[in-house]
């Protein structure tokens, strides 16, 4: 692989920021389960510290570096490296991905056959084998209603109720969606070239949302695909500081709403975001003296939403424009 002179069918791009474990892994897993000889791998690397490059050039020598003067973001890093990409298909992936069969020959197989499809997603699982919900409803004061307060999960089989989550979906068929979780996107490169990319305005969240909307805006399907799996071990950027990211998943969600909603729909969405932290921090300090969960988990719940409360108060949508 990268070593071939013959364009390659499938180019897989990796972003990577202070993951250098998880990236020579999931580097090493396309290695091992793949069985396609015409694929590129490609790793573009946003101002790591951790001696990332170093130890890719070392261990793999053949995989195209990219490296970044200073943390890009994940929206322009993606766009850096698809731009790049010989392959008809990109793979963008995450480093905490980690290849379960051979992912790649399934998922080229079947964009081959859904020629109308721009985007495809696998079939997401925890490290214990279990489900992850991957596939995504695009964002709505209903579905979101439904996600921030749990009635996707106190009832979760009417499609009415599943939320932006799906959690109707048990993720054993074929389907086409609104949206997937950005951890593992195929994307055809002729959709990506269409759309411009993705906005480099969101640095992290909330980029893959915005892009699935505009490539069916422009009349693609988004589909899901369960025959091709790999595992995610989600959060491994987040998990550095997670008070801090929690609250730029609300930055980055809020400037989706306010590039594709109305002024008022802008609004409401941040009176849910406003009462959904209230009860959070609320629930956190009722059970806390039952010791439900542990402290530092229940402390870093009320702090990330003190960091939201606190944007919130400080004018969310000066922030969100930035």
Request: hydrophobic share 40%; aromatic share 12%.
């Amino acid at each position: 692989m990268n070593d071939i002179k013959a364009k390659p069918e499938v180019t897989v791009v990796i972003v990577n920021w202070n993951t250098r474990d998880l990236m020579l892994q999931c580097i090493r897993s396309i290695r091992e389960k793949t069985v396609l000889d015409n694929v590129e791998i490609m790793v573009v690397d946003n101002a790591s510290s951790d001696r990332s490059l170093e130890a890719l050039r070392t261990t793999f020598p053949n995989v195209t570096a990219i490296g970044n003067n200073e943390n890009e973001g994940y929206g322009k890093a993606a766009n850096i490296g698809i731009s790049r990409a010989r392959g008809k298909y990109a793979l963008l992936l995450n480093t905490d991905i980690e290849l379960e069969n051979d992912c790649l020959e399934v998922i080229s197989r079947f964009m081959n056959g859904h020629e109308h499809t721009a985007v495809v997603g696998p079939r997401l699982l925890n490290a214990d084998g279990s489900l992850q919900l991957s596939c995504r409803r695009l964002p709505s004061l209903w579905n979101y209603f439904c996600t921030s307060f749990y009635i996707d999960r106190l009832l979760p089989f009417p499609k009415l109720f599943g939320g932006e989550h799906m959690t109707w979906f048990d993720h054993d068929s074929n389907i086409e969606v609104e949206s997937l979780v950005g951890a593992f996107l195929a994307i055809r490169v002729e959709a990506f070239q269409q759309v411009g990319g993705f906005d480099e305005q969101f640095f992290m969240y909330s980029e893959e949302t915005d892009f699935c909307k505009m490539v069916q805006d422009r009349g693609w399907k988004i589909e899901f695909c369960p025959e091709a799996r790999c595992f995610h071990y989600s959060g491994s950027s987040s998990s550095m500081d997670p008070s801090r990211f929690y609250k730029e998943r609300f930055i980055s969600k809020y400037r989706y709403w306010k590039k594709h909603m109305s002024g008022l729909s802008c609004i409401l969405f941040l009176v849910i975001v406003f009462f959904r932290q209230m009860i959070k921090i609320i629930m956190a300090m009722l059970l806390a003296p039952f010791k439900v969960g542990s402290y530092k988990r229940r402390k870093g719940s009320i702090k990330g939403s003190v960091l939201v409360l606190k944007w919130l108060a400080g004018g969310a949508g000066l922030e969100a424009r930035k």
